[in-house]
């Protein structure tokens, strides 16, 4: 049994570790919405704003506008909306916070999983159990992969989903009926909040085998059900959706063969990344122009072979290879081209290798050893920092995947959307000026004309409406008038909350044009707008 005096010392220990997290991520509370999809969840989504029961019967029960169900993923970022509105902090804060929360459900989770794990061990060195903890704790934590998950607003569901999750683990370790009920929920909520967490189902039945080895299909059929049911919604989503999204790619698109070879490539990306942490990205280019019978895919193929290998006879190390398999397969791929394995869906493996891991410290912990541990903690803070930057606005994130994609790789990430973002924004010139290049140095590609020519046209468009209102074009950008769309529809929907939201919008990105909305003759800008 534990001491309450060693619980509550755990306790601050594990307090401590939160505010490391939250010390460690803060900058981003300053960073800016990217164009990664936080214009289509957030900033431009016409499904947008504060809980409501209207909005509330839209989250559960929209499969069109993308191609996943997460109806507690858009219901916190509607809970969100309620104090931040359409400022990025908010976002970034709850990112940050459910990030710190989750690091500490975690240290919890694995005290107890060690515990349980080397029993003489923790009987004879309780101290050493309550450090590899928190080591463990820490290294997934600071890792810089957890970067592009805090630094990036439409990552929020996936922090909760983690959040439930780690709830749901906790709950399923308690000897208690009601632990093991309570378990069951928080699953439910952790699918609910995004589907990356379709494969976590495994770790209800490791932890049983682990544990006891008694009654694990039993116990498992529950979570079993939840996944499958899940998993079927957010498939038929996926072949449905009609909104932001595109179609999934054929057969013919997406040979068997490509797909496979790309799957192997992601289960073999995130066993040797987190010992490597170096170079990361938004985008891995090397995952668009896989050869089945190449390098990367025979080297990806050896390196999984290899930890077949070595795991050998012992149960544990089967666990956490099985785990890591099963856990890893919902994001392998198996429907998408181009497909990158995103630094943000570590976080789940993540959990795998910090459970190995702190197994690892009780066999080595030493005072050497946790002196060299707090050192490549200290390291892996350093490298998280270093790493923020990339995501702290459009210009900085949109430059990284320029520099790591070559011409021609994916023309909608690496051409098509800075040059649309630079247009909304009202650098017309740097728009035009990216796609003449990009079309002197490539030749008359098709995706790139036809935007160039679309611009163009809009552009003319767009300077006679300026004039019109005595206005120029670098005092009415774009996304003015995509916010004035959007508070116009809410206005005819009778939700005035969300469409003062984008007048102030107007106002921060075209006070000129604002304040022409606002003029007398014109009446309120409200007014004005339903005009």
């Known amino acids: 049994m534990i001491s309450q005096t060693a619980r509550r010392q755990y306790g601050w220990a594990v307090g401590l570790l939160g505010a490391v997290a939250v010390a460690v991520f803060i900058p981003t509370i300053s960073y800016d919405f990217l164009p990664l999809d936080d214009d289509v969840n957030i900033v431009f989504n016409p499904h947008h704003g504060p809980p409501g029961l209207g909005r509330l019967a839209w989250e559960f029960g929209d499969l069109a506008y993308v191609r996943r169900y997460l109806p507690l993923g858009w219901l916190a970022f509607s809970t969100v909306s309620t104090f931040s509105q359409l400022a990025p902090w908010g976002y970034h804060a709850a990112n940050i916070l459910l990030h710190a929360t989750n690091a500490m459900l975690l240290a919890w989770l694995l005290r107890r999983l060690l515990a349980g794990w080397r029993p003489a061990v923790a009987a004879a060195h309780p101290g050493w159990v309550d450090l590899a903890a928190l080591f463990a704790a820490a290294w997934w934590a600071l890792h810089p992969l957890r970067v592009e998950q805090v630094a990036w607003c439409s990552a929020l569901p996936s922090h909760l989903a983690m959040t439930f999750l780690l709830g749901a683990l906790l709950a399923h370790t308690s000897a208690r009926p009601a632990g093991r009920r309570a378990a069951i929920g928080l699953f439910a909520g952790a699918l609910l909040s995004y589907p990356v967490t379709l494969g976590a189902v495994i770790f209800f039945p490791a932890l049983d085998r682990a544990r006891s080895g008694k009654k694990i299909f039993r116990r498992a059929l529950p979570f079993l059900v939840l996944t499958l049911l899940a998993g079927a919604v957010n498939l038929y989503a996926r072949m449905v959706a009609s909104g932001e999204q595109a179609a999934p790619a054929t057969l013919v698109e997406f040979p068997p063969a490509q797909r496979l070879a790309q799957a192997v490539c992601v289960w073999a990306h995130y066993l040797w990344r987190p010992w490597w942490p170096f170079g990361l990205s938004p985008v891995y280019r090397d995952f668009l122009h896989l050869d089945p019978a190449g390098f990367r895919v025979i080297g990806s193929a050896a390196l999984l072979v290899a930890a077949v290998f070595l795991a050998g006879r012992s149960t544990g190390r089967w666990l956490l290879l099985t785990s890591y398999a099963v856990v890893v397969?919902?994001?392998?791929?198996f429907t998408e081209s181009p497909h990158f394995p995103h630094d943000r869906y570590a976080a789940l493996p993540g959990l795998v290798m910090a459970a190995a891991l702190g197994l690892?410290?009780?066999?080595?912990?030493?005072?050497?050893?946790?002196?060299?541990?707090?050192?490549?903690?200290?390291?892996?803070?350093?490298?998280?920092?270093?790493?923020?930057?990339?995501?702290?606005?459009?210009?900085?994130?949109?430059?990284?995947?320029?520099?790591?994609?070559?011409?021609?790789?994916?023309?909608?990430?690496?051409?098509?959307?800075?040059?649309?973002?630079?247009?909304?924004?009202?650098?017309y010139t740097g728009a035009f000026k990216l796609l003449d290049h990009e079309i002197k140095?490539?030749?008359?590609?098709?995706?790139?004309?036809?935007?160039?020519?679309?611009?163009?046209?809009?552009?003319?468009?767009?300077?006679?409406?300026?004039?019109?209102?005595?206005?120029?074009?670098?005092?009415?950008?774009?996304?003015?008038?995509?916010?004035?769309?959007?508070?116009?529809?809410?206005?005819?929907?009778?939700?005035?909350?969300?469409?003062?939201?984008?007048?102030?919008?107007?106002?921060?990105?075209?006070?000129?044009?604002?304040?022409?909305?606002?003029?007398?003759?014109?009446?309120?800008?409200?007014?004005?707008?339903r005009r």
């Not at 994130?397 to 011409?407: M, T």
């Open 329 to 333: 397969f919902p994001f392998t791929g």
């Open 441 to 529: 140095a490539r030749g008359r590609v098709p995706a790139l004309t036809g935007l160039r020519q679309e611009l163009a046209a809009e552009f003319v468009r767009h300077r006679r409406l300026a004039e019109s209102l005595g206005l120029t074009v670098q005092d009415l950008p774009p996304v003015a008038l995509m916010h004035q769309d959007l508070a116009r529809e809410y206005l005819r929907a009778g939700e005035p909350e969300p469409a003062a939201w984008h007048l102030a919008e107007i106002r921060r990105l075209a006070p000129a044009y604002y304040a022409r909305l606002t003029t007398p003759a014109a009446g309120p800008p409200a007014d004005r707008i």
């Open 360 to 427: 690892g410290m009780l066999r080595l912990l030493s005072r050497s050893g946790l002196l060299a541990g707090t050192g490549l903690l200290a390291g892996l803070a350093v490298l998280s920092l270093r790493q923020l930057p990339i995501w702290q606005n459009q210009a900085t994130i949109l430059q990284e995947i320029r520099s790591r994609l070559d011409p021609g790789d994916v023309p909608a990430i690496r051409d098509l959307r800075p040059a649309l973002w630079l247009y909304r924004s009202g650098d």
